[in-house]
């Protein structure tokens, strides 16, 4: 997710765009730059910005905020320019640990420059980054909302919902994939993107099944204050979670009639 609104589909079509053309660069560049890894509430600015360095995040995401109010979430293929802020309270931090690759500004200047196809790939990087800061801008400017959420890592077996629990959060899978149990018996699965957990959010009642990290995960982790927050912002959540349990109801009378 690129901000706490939902994400139209022209500004997901850029971020795409983006991301494929990010990672080819990177991929000729690397050797030129340094693998770095910061502990979690790391700000990525105070470590970069004064030199100009250029920053790209390997693992992890990165909040960009003024003060509290989340502005943009960068992640995996992301670059990042840390130039120091217009205003001393805006940070870039992770709530986890995060690998990064910091170029220096003129190893990185030389490295583009040395080859006319990085240079061009470079100019069409940044039009594309400030075509989706001025969409983030807009969408913004239509409703000063805060809402605030929290990233989560799993790994592979450990458990992100546990059967009989207390329903105080409700869950997104932003990386990797999980599998629903109940009584120990495998009966669905959670896949990128989708939200998970809502049934027993929204009706108050306790977990009726155990949520399994299939393989390394990241969850965005929102409780109910932000989830109000969220659905203020963007009302189509509601339309995402009503088609979500649709879908689920196909899929286990599926299972029944198979």
Known sequence: MLTLKGTPPELADLYKSYKIMSEELFQQIRDRGESKRFPADSDLLAHAAGQGDTVFISDGYFKLKDGEKVIRLYSNGDFVNAVHPMESNWSLTSDLAAEVTRFQRRDFLSAIQDNPASLEQWITLQDLDNKINLYLCS????????????????????????????????????????????????????????????????????????VQAAEKCLVRVADKDSFLQLVKCNPQLIMSISKTLAQRVIRMNERMVG
Do not use: H, Q, W
């Open 139 to 210: 969408l913004y400017m239509e409703e000063d909302v805060t809402a605030d959420f929290v990233l989560r890592e799993y790994n592979e077996g450990d458990r992100i919902i546990t059967e009989g629990d207390e329903p105080f959060e409700i869950f997104e899978m932003i990386s990797g994939s999980a599998l629903v149990l109940c009584d120990g018996k495998e009966i669905g699965s959670i896949d990128t993107g989708e939200l998970f957990g809502e049934i027993s959010f929204l009706t108050g009642s306790v977990r009726t099944a155990t």
